[in-house]
């Protein structure tokens, strides 16, 4: 089964920290996304990244930046939180389309990290 | 203008009967994939079924299967014989062809809750 892992459930910080989301996926997977789900909105993408060190802007990338390292490693970094950026926060993964059927670029989620921002 | 739309915000059905879980989708692009995740309340997305657009005939996974309507461009969720553990969000999804890396764009999700 894949396994897609973050590193809290749930965070709360404070107005103007840096925070760090970690990622990490078992399945030797080349793409990596990261979403945050808020009421009425369904998931909006923020970044994603089909290699290591290779990044590219979602919908809504302002306030946020990313860091893969490693292949099985995506970070998701708010370098001043804000109180808007309280949300749920999820994390997934996926191979490339060009791997074979189309099915196999299914995305696998992540628990989610609720993160609140005071 | 919304590229997936879930017009049910929630959704009841009793123990055991079937449901539809509506999902209209916009695009030009002739490949294209459609998703449906399932989330619970300790919110992780789970993956239930997918439908290519070239697939002639609707996927089914057990007691899922997506009635897919080209044309009206639909994709509609169908949950036969309801159980109390299939009470969550529900979110349908598309990738479009010429999307990178095989991005999604979600619909707003519907709450579905199972009575006994």
């Known amino acids: 089964d894949v396994k897609v892992t973050q590193s809290s459930r749930y965070l709360v910080k404070r107005t103007g920290e840096k925070v760090f989301l970690e990622c990490v996926q078992d399945m030797d997977h080349e793409n990596m996304f990261w979403y945050r789900q808020d009421p009425g909105l369904g998931l909006r993408l923020i970044y994603f990244s089909y290699d290591v060190k290779m990044k590219e802007k979602g919908d809504i990338p302002e306030g946020y930046s990313v860091s893969r390292e490693k292949k099985e490693r995506f970070s998701l970094i708010l370098e001043s939180a804000s109180t808007n950026q309280t949300s749920m926060y999820l994390c997934a993964s996926s191979s490339p389309r060009t791997s074979g059927s189309s099915k196999l670029d299914t995305q696998y989620f992540g628990p989610g990290t609720r993160l609140t921002v005071l | 203008a919304q590229k997936i739309t879930q017009t049910q915000p929630g959704m009841f059905v009793q123990e055991k009967e079937a449901v539809t879980l509506d999902c209209t989708y916009d695009?030009?692009?002739?490949?294209?994939?459609l998703f449906w995740y399932k989330q619970p309340s300790s919110g992780e997305m789970i993956f239930l079924i997918y439908q290519g657009s070239y697939d002639e005939q609707n996927a089914t996974e057990g007691r899922y299967s997506l009635n897919f309507q080209k044309a009206r461009k639909s994709a509609n969720l169908v949950i036969s014989a309801s159980q109390l553990g299939d009470s969550a969000m529900y979110f349908c999804?598309?990738?479009?062809?010429?999307?990178?890396?095989?991005?999604?764009?979600f619909g707003q999700g519907t709450i579905l809750t199972v009575h006994p």
């Open positions: 999804a598309m990738r479009e062809g010429g999307t990178s890396y095989g991005k999604l764009t």
């Open positions: 695009t030009s692009d002739q490949s294209y994939g």
